[in-house]
């Protein structure tokens, strides 16, 4: 097997403060092939985001990478130099944020914008950089004469789908992607997870797909992994997770989401105040689907005293 | 007692129109264009529509936290409107409690959980002297599934799903007969949300009380709701028995709605082609696609909500004259609509 996109072997972080140390993400492991979908889920607090800002190296105080590795096409992340790190962000590794669609600039220009990314990142004329914009903007299906328009004057669906433009503009194999959805309405989202898969299909980057909202997940992804309290519980192909989930969290959150046909039946989601704690490494129980045991000992139902 | 045979509520024609801009520039914007809605005893009815699409409005008109613009309403048999023009009377705020999206707004930080239970019992007097107080509290916390000890704790030490246990049992603390229920779960984390929905069924089952829950989430709607209204721009465009209407959408908004909604289970993806026409249908009707019974000839003051069927109960409104697709909060801009043609 040839070596991975990225690598990211036993990662743990920590958030510092004088009163008390949080661990985060506590020892994660795990690899992105090129042009693999790999879907990171669990709710909110569990560490998904901190693990997507590890990658990028955008973590900072007081959050500490606490041990671990992270490797891109064979380069440690964390010996990247500042000067490396600008050219590693962007052209190799690109984010789109939950919020990005309030991220661009809002007194310059779609075209400015964009045309930015050339002019420093290639060096190009301003000519070459707004053609290229363009044609960025044609990929997306938003018509050109948005060029010129201003952020506040694009709806919210198509500013997402300007920062996902611009997040491949420099055609990066990795784009990391958290929760690009969230924020928009839910006909909206539909076009845009499309659209995410279209570019993906036609440019060929893999995708770090971070979101709470499995169905999404197990649409888009091809190997997917679930996460409670910095701990990964379960990992394994999209269907195969969705089909056969083992973990007894995976098992709630897919109960979360209601189906949409077939008869009523009742679900049963996580009881109030039922805790994971020590959760043990994962363990194969076929050679792509790996789960961590879950036995009494580390199911606590909170006692309130 | 109440007769059982009219709804809970009924509302008619009921408007709700805000100024927006300042001296100079001042505009209209219709947030609910007359809105005809029927909650029966115990039944729990599902709001869907995208946001701006005036589901929030309507609640807040019928918890008369807005005055509507025009209109009437009907709680129990009561003209509501007529009999208390300017704000709720006491016993009607009593009987229609609202259930909010933000559990972590809705609990001020400086009490303790008990307060929250106690103060709606003191007002509206369901319970008077300590041991009966405390014994309320203690019945309450019980149906929400609480442990007792919570009383004595502050809202910053409860997770959401538990702050929204609280915002419920709080609500019904006064024996309301009607929930108005906005977004109650979105909030929440995902694995807690099914409780939560569980919980609000039980009580509905357990005490008659009917419920009006307002959602994105189609998924959701279809596991709670007996009946579904779909609303679009201010205005209901689709509506009746919930798996009847998930099962043979009519509307095209409705059937976008339901292409929205991630499904695994879906074996192929929705086609782009249909949806773009789907779009056309919603924002450019050119025909109406439906027969069946009309009373009047319709109108674009007043359109033709055609029977699909009896029973199960669905309607769809004439799709000639549909809502104006140019209201606010309408995340279907043509725009998007013209370039998908393109595309397709």
Not at chain 1, 120 to 147: C, F, Y
Not at chain 1, 157 to 186: F, H, K, N, W, Y
Not at chain 2, 95 to 108: E, K, W
Not at chain 2, 253 to 271: E, G
Request: negative net charge; aromatic residues 6%; glycine residues 6%.
């Amino acid at each position: 097997m040839s070596t991975p996109l990225l690598e990211v072997d036993d990662l743990s972080v920590e958030y510092v403060t004088e009163a008390r140390t949080v661990r985060a993400v506590d020892r994660v492991t795990f690899s992105i092939a090129e042009r693999e979908v790999f879907g990171l889920a669990g709710e909110s607090g569990c560490g998904k985001s901190t693990i997507a800002n590890a990658i990028l190296r955008l973590l900072r105080d007081p959050a500490v990478i606490a041990g671990g590795s992270i490797r891109f096409a064979g380069t440690d992340v964390l010996a990247l130099s500042p000067d490396e790190l600008r050219d590693f962000r962007w052209r190799q590794v690109a984010m789109v944020f939950q919020s990005a669609m309030n991220s661009l600039n809002p007194v310059m220009t779609i075209g400015d914008q964009i045309a930015d990314i050339y002019t420093t990142h290639e060096r190009v004329s301003k000519k070459t950089a707004m053609v290229r914009a363009g044609e960025l903007l044609d990929l997306v299906g938003i018509p050109r004469d948005r060029l010129r328009s201003y952020p506040h004057q694009l709806s919210g669906g198509m500013r997402q789908r300007v920062v996902i433009a611009m997040a491949t503009a420099l055609r990066p194999p990795l784009l990391i992607m958290d929760e690009p959805t969230t924020a928009l309405d839910v006909v909206v989202q539909q076009e845009i997870m499309a659209q995410i898969k279209d570019l993906q299909q036609e440019l060929g980057f893999a995708i770090l797909f971070i979101t709470h909202d499995i169905s999404l997940m197990v649409e888009l992804s091809d190997r997917m992994a679930i996460m409670y309290a910095g701990r990964f519980v379960e990992t394994a192909p999209a269907k195969e997770i969705f089909d056969a989930p083992r973990h007894p969290y995976t098992r709630a959150l897919m109960n979360a989401f209601p189906p949409m046909a077939g008869p009523r039946t009742r679900l049963q989601g996580l009881g109030e105040g039922v805790r994971f704690r020590d959760i043990p490494d994962l363990e194969a129980v076929t050679p792509n689907h790996w789960v961590a045991p879950s036995t009494d000992d580390n199911l606590i139902t909170e006692a309130i005293s | 007692m109440t007769d059982h045979d009219t709804p809970v509520l009924s509302t008619r024609g009921l408007q709700k129109t805000f100024t927006i801009g300042g001296s100079f520039s001042r505009t209209q914007v219709r947030a609910l264009g007359g809105v005809d809605l029927d909650i029966a005893h115990g039944e729990i009815v599902a709001l869907v529509g995208e946001s701006g699409s005036g589901k929030s409005t309507l609640a807040r008109c019928i918890a008369r936290l807005e005055q509507p613009s025009e209109g009437t309403f009907l709680f129990e048999g009561e003209d509501i409107m007529a009999t208390s023009k300017r704000r709720a009377t006491r016993k009607y705020r009593a009987a229609v409690q609202m259930i909010f999206q933000d559990p972590f707004g809705s609990l001020n930080p400086v009490h303790r959980i008990g307060h929250f239970l106690e103060r709606p019992l003191r007002i509206h007097g369901a319970a008077s002297g300590r041991a009966a107080l405390e014994q309320a509290k203690r019945r309450l916390m019980a149906k929400v599934g609480l442990p007792d000890e919570m009383l004595e704790r502050y809202p910053h030490e409860l997770s959401g799903g538990q702050r929204q246990r609280i915002a419920i049992a709080r609500a019904l603390a006064v024996n309301p007969r009607l929930l108005l229920a906005d977004e109650p779960t979105s909030m929440l984390d995902v694995s807690v949300r099914i409780g939560v929905l569980n919980l609000m069924r039980n009580l509905c089952e357990e005490q008659g009380i009917s419920m009006l829950y307002i959602t994105h989430d189609l998924a959701s709607a279809r596991y709670l709701a007996d009946r579904i209204v779909v609303m679009f721009a201010g205005e209901f465009v689709e509506g009746g028995d919930a798996m009847e209407l998930l099962a043979q959408p009519a509307h095209p908004y409705t059937r976008l709605l339901i292409s929205a909604v991630p499904d695994p289970k879906r074996t192929a993806p929705f086609d782009p082609v249909e949806r773009a026409q789907l779009r056309r249908q919603v924002l450019h009707p050119t025909e109406c696609p439906w027969s069946g019974k009309a009373a009047e000839s319709c109108s674009a003051e007043k359109p033709v909500f055609h029977r699909l069927s009896e029973k199960p109960e669905h309607w769809v409104r004439c799709g000639l004259y549909a809502p104006p697709a140019d209201a606010p909060g309408t995340a279907l801009e043509p725009a998007a609509d013209d370039q998908e043609n393109d595309a397709a």
